[in-house]
DNA sequence: CTGAAAGCGCTTACAG
DNA sequence: CTGAAAGCGCTTACAG
């Protein structure tokens, strides 16, 4: 299999095995793309010819010569600096990774820190011919970059779901009404009465559908809907701490708080107790992502598994049927799991 | 600027600039890579033709004219699944991704989640011409990546330090040795006499370092430096359970424990408290990598800050020295930071 | 089953 | 300051 490390850095190229095999370099090509209008003897005796040579395929010239690349772009959000510290991205990166690898793709992902916007990022990747596919890890409200790549009907699929008038986008995403919906109901069948949410960050469709949720069940129950208990911010802890001292400080205290994230409900939860609140007794907390953190934080959180490898790997899947065969408009929603635990009497 | 979006997909070429412009297509290269030598009225008249048809260079064609491509490819361990459970690798990433952008270079990742080895990887954009550079975040002993880089002196950098025999390998690390001496030192100072360690893989480099340093510590203040005290495994949280279980059932049971990572540690300590030992009352835990989890767990660990981030940037920094400038060799030490907690009876 | 030729979209000595 | 020409390493109708 030619598997030992070559030292010498040659560049090997096509026409150089074709010379020493006495054939074209059009046949050598079709060797290398398994076409099978070429004979058996011919292709194991260039295929060997090639081990001995130490050839090994140029992927940029096959990119220019069949104008695709076998790369996809991850679009990483531009929002927060430390993206990261939800797990979400990092565990649905490897789920992208898994079934990228699989079929064998490669990914290009976006570096944009703090630098461009992340339609610059995608122009750059898509017009300088660099991926043959793209995948958004999060969608704002009207995002200028799923109107983009509709328009000019780029393979994309989208982590999320499009707010938009637009039919037709390849997306996968969890029931984000549903899972805020009963997360509320959990809260109100543990006897709370006034439940506030922090939302996460308002331009997110997900916190749109979040906050339907949280309303269905509230006025189900024969709550009410109160404006002032729904608070929006950035996924950090931060927000979570001064939204938490606000809540704990409301004249008619709310006694649950459902939460967009685990470190922020972190946040909310030490500014709370710092108050001499406690957790859950006199607030309960729930939230979402089931991190680490959730589990072994020294109270225990309850918390929405949104299960973020798979999203990303049917993300994946769905965009390999964008490339490969032109498919729109899939739709995948994908289970949630709501972890039960000390933040909300349970445990 | 023409930032106006294009909305259809036409592929203009530089040819076709050319024409339109009545140059050749010499000229119009020339005015996109900015050569000094075309005259200030071209340029500008040539950029504006550029704008109104909606010109964008086609990166590809570009590598394959240069041989070079703009692009990075960082290699994850293909060692355990949850790597990114480790916050370590996005960390890292993040800080690789922040100064790649500030220099215009994109990052390829590798997806070798389950498939191919690591080194398999690094075949694959190298001799595919894919990347231009290489960042390896990890090292094992007697590294085959490592090797096979410095032989055919391909431009890369690595998080860590190479074990082996070679000389000018860009690298950056913490000081792990002395950092784990310290910790252990800190241990020593709280009046713990007989102390454990659970040191990660047992092939990486890091380990290694990190042992050397608890022995340098154990021996310095006349304890004994016992192997049977030393314990090597994944970066899981089983792994933690499984040693930690094993520790507090020693007839000579350990009064301390340095954990080469949070997440290992909690493990470890929740195994310790099931079986009615206290934390860190009968033993105190230290461990690495302040996480979240460090900070907020039920009982808070003294944890190091490796500083991962700026392990990221500077690894980044060093291979564009490798690739811009071909340096060879340099060596960055970045400093860490121990948070004590009370898992040490600190906080 | 195989080859000659044109082409993918750029860059860059070389010449003027 | 600008152009003609060759080249980067592959692929793919077209022809046989």
Do not use: W
């Amino acid at each position: 299999m030619g598997s030992e490390i070559l030292i010498k850095k040659s560049t090997v190229t096509i026409k150089e095995v074709a010379k020493r095999a006495g054939v074209s370099p059009s046949t050598v090509s079709r060797v290398i793309s398994n076409n099978p209008r070429i004979s058996k003897a011919t292709t194991e005796r260039i295929r060997a010819i090639m081990d001995e040579m130490g050839y090994y395929p140029n992927a940029i010239a096959r990119s220019l010569a069949k104008n695709m690349t076998g790369t996809i772009g991850v679009i990483l959000p531009t929002t927060s600096e430390d993206v990261f510290l939800n797990p979400f991205f990092p565990e649905a990166l490897r789920g992208i990774a898994k079934i990228a690898s699989k079929n064998n793709y490669d990914i290009l992902i976006s570096t944009n820190i703090d630098k461009k916007g992340e339609l610059k990022i995608i122009e750059n990747f898509i017009r300088g011919s660099k991926v043959d596919g793209i995948i958004l890890m999060s969608n704002k409200l009207d995002d200028e970059c799923i109107e983009y790549l509709y328009n000019i009907d780029f393979p994309f699929s989208l982590i999320g779901t499009p707010n938009t008038h637009l039919e037709n986008i390849n997306h996968v995403d969890n029931d984000n009404l549903l899972a805020t919906y009963e997360l509320t109901k959990h809260m109100i069948c543990i006897g709370r009465k006034r439940i506030a949410i922090i939302a996460g960050e308002e331009n997110l469709t997900m916190t749109q559908n979040r906050i339907q949720g949280y309303k269905k069940a509230i006025e189900e129950e024969g709550l009410v809907f109160d404006t002032s208990l729904v608070f929006m911010g950035s996924f950090d802890e931060k927000t979570g701490s001064q939204y938490g001292k606000v809540i704990a400080n409301m004249k008619d205290m709310p006694d649950g708080i459902i939460v967009a994230d685990d470190l922020v409900a972190y946040g909310a939860l030490m500014a709370i107790e710092e108050l001499g609140i406690k957790v859950p007794e006199d607030i309960a907390i729930a939230s979402f992502n089931n991190s680490i953190l959730s589990k072994y934080g020294n109270i225990p959180l309850t918390s929405v598994d949104i299960n973020s490898v798979e999203l990303g790997s049917k993300a994946m899947e769905l965009l390999i049927d964008a490339i490969e065969r032109g498919v729109r408009g899939s739709r995948i929603i994908t289970p949630f799991t709501i972890f039960k635990r000390r933040s909300t009497m349970g445990g």
